[in-house]
């Protein structure tokens, strides 16, 4: 679920270990039984989303770095990021509060173009193609298309279906002409550029069966993209063919929810970035990371 906090106004806690370079190993990720606890998938077809059972992964190949951080609003739940062209772009959720926004790619806390969505709205996924923008919203089965240049302006409102008839995330591979989407189901749904229409949907799969609740997507390679998984901080890299999942990436020292106070939420946003980085935040904290993979 996206929306059990509210906008908040302040957070308490200083990010003291932003700058702090950290190189995190990955070896067998052991989800606590919390976690499994709140998946909210709830396709009544398979019970694998209720159980407490243990998530494994075990390839110990990738580690990252933080290289730097930026500021990021605090007040932005944030659903999508996407960069491209140079530029830096935000999708924002809430009824009443979600847009699409370009924002300083050195300090996200400035807005340089902005547009609300209608009240009816809540924003999710955001991806960058051609110059374009592409937003999914949550629950309304719309999504909209936005030219970049010279400033954002709406130029198409689409409808769509999934699994589970919402919009979560939304990555696009350039290599196939296509978006890649999530929606709180196993699926990815992968879908033509030009008719935005299903093409094929492939389930995601890990050691122990069906994995639900993908958020925030990014593109990674040819075969591969990344994912949030909702209410963790967790990254998975998944196989696009396959839907097996290579990778899972551990994100919990980053700013560990004891330092998080009631005001930030989730971990969730990613993006690629310059020189081979990639952006990672969540929604309403107050900092995005640059980071390597090594
Ligand atoms: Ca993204």
């Not at 694998?48 to 739940?77: L, M, R, W």
């Not at 990254?235 to 330092?259: A, H």
Request: hydrophobic share 35%; glycine share 8%.
């Amino acid at each position: 679920m996206h929306t059990h906090k509210k906008i908040h106004g302040h957070i308490l806690f200083h990010h003291g270990a932003a700058v702090i370079i950290s190189i995190l190993s990955l070896i067998c990720i052991y989800l606590p039984t919390i976690v499994e606890s709140v998946d909210i998938a709830t396709d009544s077809s398979s019970s694998s989303s209720t159980s407490t059972k243990q998530h494994s992964k075990c390839k110990n190949t990738v580690q990252y770095e933080v290289v730097g951080t930026i500021p990021s609003d605090e007040n932005a739940f944030t659903q999508g990021l996407t960069y491209g062209n140079g530029k830096l772009y935000l999708s924002t959720g809430i009824n009443g509060h979600s847009t699409v926004r370009e924002i300083s790619k050195m300090d996200g806390q400035t807005t340089l173009d902005n547009i609300d969505l209608a009240d009816e709205y809540f924003g999710e996924g955001l991806a960058f193609y051609k110059n374009k923008l592409i937003q999914l919203t949550w629950k309304k089965r719309t999504g909209f298309i936005y030219e970049t240049e010279p400033k954002l302006a709406l130029i198409k409102t689409f409808t769509f279906e999934t699994t589970r008839n919402e919009g979560w995330g939304i990555t696009y591979d350039e290599s196939k002409k296509q978006f890649i989407v999530s929606d709180g189901s196993e699926y990815l749904h992968f879908w033509d550029e030009d008719t935005l229409q299903e093409t094929h949907k492939v389930a995601v799969l890990d050691t122990m069966g069906k994995v639900r609740n993908l958020n925030e997507l990014e593109y990674y390679d040819e075969d591969r993209i990344m994912a949030n998984k909702w209410y963790t901080d967790l990254i998975y890299i998944i196989n696009i063919k396959s839907g097996q999942v290579e990778e899972i990436i551990d994100f919990s020292t980053l700013w560990p929810r004891s330092e998080r106070g009631d005001g930030a939420d989730v971990f969730n946003g990613i993006s690629v970035y310059d020189n081979g980085e990639f952006l990672v935040t969540g929604k309403l904290w107050p900092l995005m990371y640059r980071i390597k993979f090594i």
